[in-house]
């Protein structure tokens, strides 16, 4: 147990004496790790938004009157027959222009001047909901080939397709992020690992000359490594967190995107970042200690004849 704690002491020493350097190289991981986890919530964001916007009703097909001379008046009937017959559709149903003034009441009803319309200007249309909402193209290029029964496609896949595609850049961007500050930090942990070993040099030197194994020596500058990479993982975590959080509580009446992505997914990221954070310190520390410890494991030097 006393030589836990000696290796634990020797540890905090070191840290205490390259406290600049120290900091530095948790500074790195906490910059590479804030840049890789706030992207990766981010991407989660998109993600939960996009599903939703792909349930319900993907395509509305607006429709001339029915009953005129260009339009029969079972038209409406036929066209959502044939809609629904279609692979591509998973369900479609259809909205009179009745059904349509009630549903534009409600949805402008603290809007008095827009409540004005005539009524019977709103057209009546078929709601469609895809199988996919990457056969949007294929289905509106259908609807389009009617010009006598339909009057308007309107669809927001589009702008769906334009988050998968900014997640997907998101997601790109972090990575590469993450890895070159990711090295940056190792690179930077194992300067601070080679300072510390050098300021202390001939103390290592006349440790592996009683016969200290190399093990015995590399612990204490491991738990350095170890310290810097958690810490830097920590502070990481708990500031994309505390950001999320707070954005989360300043937009919970912004209904159209939502922003709680839950404790749960925050949580298990969480967990392994900070052991990649930890990990990173310790690659750093054993990198910065390769230079210095090249003998066999678990044995000292052979001892110059003319000591004994």
């Not at 006349?206 to 502070?235: C, D, H, Q, T």
């Given at each position: 147990?006393?030589?836990?704690?000696?290796?634990?002491?020797?540890?905090?020493?070191?840290?205490?004496?390259?406290?600049?350097?120290?900091?530095?190289?948790?500074?790195?991981?906490?910059?590479?790790?804030?840049?890789?986890?706030?992207?990766?919530?981010?991407?989660?964001?998109?993600?939960?938004?996009?599903?939703?916007?792909?349930?319900?009703?993907?395509?509305?097909?607006?429709?001339?009157?029915?009953?005129?001379?260009?339009?029969?008046?079972?038209?409406?009937?036929?066209?959502?027959?044939?809609?629904?017959?279609?692979?591509?559709?998973?369900?479609?149903?259809?909205?009179?222009?009745?059904?349509?003034?009630?549903?534009?009441?409600?949805?402008?009803?603290?809007?008095?001047?827009?409540?004005?319309?005539?009524?019977?200007?709103?057209?009546?249309?078929?709601?469609?909901?895809?199988?996919?909402?990457?056969?949007?193209?294929?289905?509106?290029?259908?609807?389009?080939?009617?010009?006598?029964?339909?009057?308007?496609?309107?669809?927001?896949?589009?702008?769906?397709?334009?988050?998968?595609?900014?997640?997907?850049?998101?997601?790109?961007?972090?990575?590469?992020?993450?890895?070159?500050?990711?090295?940056?930090?190792?690179?930077?942990?194992?300067?601070?690992?080679?300072?510390?070993?050098?300021?202390?040099?001939?103390?290592?030197?006349?440790?592996k000359l009683v016969g200290a194994s190399n093990w015995y020596i590399r612990i204490p500058f491991l738990l350095e490594?170890?310290?810097?990479?958690?810490?830097?993982?920590?502070?990481?975590?708990?500031?994309?967190?505390?950001?999320?959080?707070?954005?989360?509580?300043?937009?919970?009446?912004?209904?159209?995107?939502?922003?709680?992505?839950?404790?749960?997914?925050?949580?298990?990221?969480?967990?392994?970042?900070?052991?990649?954070?930890?990990?990173?310190?310790?690659?750093?520390?054993?990198?910065?200690?390769?230079?210095?410890?090249?003998?066999?494991?678990?044995?000292?030097?052979?001892?110059?004849?003319?000591?004994?």
């Amino acid at each position: 147990m006393s030589r836990v704690f000696f290796l634990i002491r020797e540890a905090m020493v070191n840290l205490r004496r390259n406290l600049l350097i120290v900091a530095g190289a948790v500074l790195a991981v906490f910059i590479s790790l804030t840049l890789a986890f706030g992207a990766l919530v981010i991407n989660e964001v998109l993600r939960l938004n996009t599903l939703a916007w792909q349930e319900g009703v993907h395509v509305i097909v607006f429709l001339n009157d029915a009953g005129t001379a260009e339009v029969p008046a079972d038209a409406h009937e036929a066209l959502l027959a044939e809609v629904r017959s279609w692979e591509e559709v998973k369900d479609a149903f259809y909205v009179s222009k009745a059904e349509a003034w009630v549903e534009f009441q409600e949805i402008f009803e603290d809007q008095e001047e827009l409540l004005k319309i005539d009524p019977s200007a709103l057209p009546a249309s078929i709601r469609i909901e895809l199988v996919s909402i990457e056969l949007h193209s294929s289905v509106q290029f259908k609807l389009e080939q009617d010009t006598v029964t339909v009057l308007r496609v309107s669809t927001a896949s589009e702008q769906i397709e334009q988050l998968q595609i900014l997640s997907r850049g998101l997601n790109v961007l972090g990575l590469g992020f993450s890895i070159v500050l990711g090295v940056s930090a190792v690179v930077l942990i194992a300067n601070t690992i080679r300072l510390a070993i050098y300021a202390r040099r001939d103390e290592v030197e006349i440790m592996k000359l009683v016969g200290a194994s190399n093990w015995y020596i590399r612990i204490p500058f491991l738990l350095e490594g170890l310290i810097e990479g958690l810490v830097g993982a920590l502070l990481a975590v708990l500031t994309v967190w505390v950001v999320s959080d707070r954005i989360t509580e300043a937009t919970a009446s912004f209904a159209i995107l939502r922003l709680d992505i839950g404790n749960n997914f925050i949580f298990t990221r969480a967990l392994i970042f900070v052991l990649f954070g930890a990990a990173a310190g310790v690659v750093g520390s054993l990198l910065g200690l390769s230079r210095y410890l090249r003998d066999s494991e678990g044995t000292g030097p052979e001892i110059p004849t003319g000591i004994v």
